[in-house]
């Protein structure tokens, strides 16, 4: 760019975002010396006192308004829901394929988490009890 005109290179910086004033506009002020790239010292430095704050919105915050327990960071996990006849039927087929893996279960049924699906196991386990000492 050495042999260009100041018009030509003015025209070609500006079409690159570089101003030819140090620290003019909001980008790095930079110019074409010889064939070297000079930046501007004083365009890299930001005033962040120079901003309009007049659309900012002060926001008081104390103990009362912000309201944060150990409660607020924790998963929180969905109810399991009723299962129903289908879901069940599916539970004992994959019961029966797994054995008590209950995490590879978990993975075949959408919505439903590994607590979820021994919850269920422990229900059925229970009722199948309490159904055979009915009995006997």
Same mark, same amino acid.
């Given at each position: 760019? /050495?042999?260009? !005109? *100041? ?5 070609? @910086?500006?079409?690159? *975002?570089?101003? @030819?004033?140090? *620290? ?10 010889? *064939? ?6 004083? !365009? ?8 309009? @704050? ?15 327990? !150990? ?8 109810? /399991? ?44 386990? !229970? ?10």
């Amino acid at each position: 760019m /050495p042999n260009e !005109s *100041g018009e030509t290179r003015g025209a070609a @910086m500006a079409q690159l *975002g570089a101003s @030819m004033e140090s *620290g003019a506009g909001q980008g790095v002020g930079y110019d074409v010396v010889d *064939g070297q790239i000079v930046v501007h010292a004083a !365009s890299l430095i930001v005033n962040r006192h120079n901003q309009d @704050m007049s659309n900012l919105e002060e926001v008081e915050e104390n103990d009362f308004t912000n309201l944060v327990n !150990s409660s607020s960071f924790a998963k929180r996990v969905q109810a /399991p829901g009723n299962w129903t006849d289908e879901e069940t039927e599916k539970f004992y087929r994959l019961l029966g394929q797994f054995g008590t893996d209950f995490e590879t279960i978990s993975c075949l049924f959408p919505g439903k988490n590994r607590r979820a699906i021994k919850l269920k196991f422990n229900k059925e386990v !229970s009722r199948i009890l309490t159904t055979a000492s009915y009995f006997s």
